[in-house]
């Protein structure tokens, strides 16, 4: 188990992180959604408490205790008072090492699943990043999502879900943060007792989650959705992983390019063409390889321009690179906003927790000044060289397809997915 304290006294609050290594990267192909399932029933009555009886506790002690999911990790998060962190953590540890995995809330759960389904199929900008996830190039196991399908949701047995929680909750594949008002002992015990009644099998094997840059053709697909006034759009591909010198280089290459308000996709989509209201671009971040992205949204009218804008624009900074005064003005924004990243003892914890969960020193993150310091333009120019490929990109739009198209676009309904 990785335990990680950041304390202070400042005020009489505990924050938590309770992760078990794997999320939805680890789901059985056709299952996908099984170990988001999987954390949320244990959430749902473990030991001698049912959901009621652990939602009625927390209320009464002012606590807060929440199930996340990922494709990289599932656990437990919250916050309570000091003095009341004894008792959350005796809560939390039932739900690791007692869980219930009630019939009936397993059931209920599958619906409410698809509820929420439902409710990301009202969200434009989710629905573009959630096929445009299924679809970059990337690793297969990050083409699953963590909250599944109508298909695997069919799929998902009980059993398989008790056994997928029991593998990924031992010692040995948890990372636990304690941030706040407690200090190194108590936390050490605390961490102890969160483990004390788990299996000690050793923890299960990770997924492959490595690629390689993007080598494909050119792909777009019209998510088609009816009486859209608006097309949302997701373009790129598979990009470095995080924790690597590539990416590092690439840190200002975003902030340079979709980064800011003043960055190109901006300066050129919504101030010089009013084609969108914000464009922006990220690395994503992850154990595994993950992407580089451009989204925004635009009018109907304006969009496959400003997607073929957007386009020509990544050929552009694949061709040309950023300038040096372009790397000296990103270096000093990210340094200068770096502070608020680490302002209190609840985000440094958690970026440590992110860290260890992608196999990183736990410190790895909080070394960013340094490490963006040290980027250097030829650096940055290998590194786009290396990983920008125009001629591999994957463009998603949510529209109306019989009113949008994109070239040689494939078109799917969008409840498909």
């Known amino acids: 188990m990785k335990r990680i304290l950041e304390l202070s006294d400042d005020i009489p609050l505990v924050w938590y992180q309770i992760l078990a290594r794997g999320g939805a990267a680890a789901d059985p192909p056709g299952r996908e ?157 605390l961490a102890d007792r969160l483990a004390a009644d788990l299996p000690t099998d050793p923890p299960p094997a990770l997924p492959d989650v490595a690629a390689e840059p993007a080598a494909g053709p050119t792909r777009a697909l019209v998510v088609d959705k009816p009486d859209r006034a608006q097309v949302q759009c997701a373009i790129g591909h598979v990009g470095p992983r995080y924790g690597t010198p590539e990416f590092d280089a690439l840190i200002p290459v975003e902030t340079v390019f979709g980064g800011t308000f003043t960055s190109r996709l901006m300066q050129e989509l919504r101030v010089r063409r009013g084609w969108t209201y914000g464009a922006g671009c990220q690395l994503g971040r992850a154990r595994g390889n993950l992407w580089f992205r451009v989204a925004f949204a635009s009018a109907e009218a304006v969009a496959a321009d400003a997607v073929a804008r957007a386009i020509d624009m990544i050929g552009e900074l694949a061709r040309d690179g950023i300038t040096d005064d372009e790397l000296a003005f990103a270096k000093g924004h990210l340094r200068g906003a770096w502070p608020f990243s680490i302002a209190t003892p609840r985000a440094r914890a958690h970026l440590r927790a992110e860290c260890a969960v992608y196999g990183l020193d736990d410190d790895y993150a909080l070394r960013f000044p340094d490490r963006i310091a040290a980027v250097t333009a030829a650096a940055a120019r290998d590194a786009i060289a290396a990983w920008l490929r125009p001629a591999s990109l994957l463009t998603v739009a949510v529209a109306t397809a019989d009113r949008f198209a994109l070239p040689g676009a494939a078109v799917e309904p969008f409840t498909s997915y």
């Open 33 to 189: 959604g099984t170990l988001r399932h999987a954390a949320l029933l244990a959430r749902r009555g473990a030991g001698d408490r049912s959901r009621a009886d652990i939602d009625r506790a927390l209320d009464e002690l002012g606590a807060t205790l929440e199930v996340v999911a990922g494709r990289d990790s599932i656990g437990l998060r919250g916050v309570c008072l000091s003095r009341h962190v004894d008792d959350v953590v005796s809560i939390a540890a039932d739900i690791l090492a007692r869980p219930a995995m009630d019939p009936d809330e397993h059931r209920k759960l599958l619906v409410e699943t698809r509820g929420v389904l439902d409710e990301l199929r009202d969200d434009d900008a989710a629905l573009a990043q959630r096929y445009f996830a299924r679809d970059f190039g990337g690793p297969a196991a990050y083409a699953r999502t963590a909250i599944g399908t109508e298909d695997s949701l069919d799929a998902i047995d009980l059993d398989d879900v008790r056994a997928a929680y029991r593998r990924a909750v031992v010692p040995d594949n948890l990372v636990v943060a304690f941030a706040g008002d407690v200090d190194e002992v108590r936390a050490c015990a």
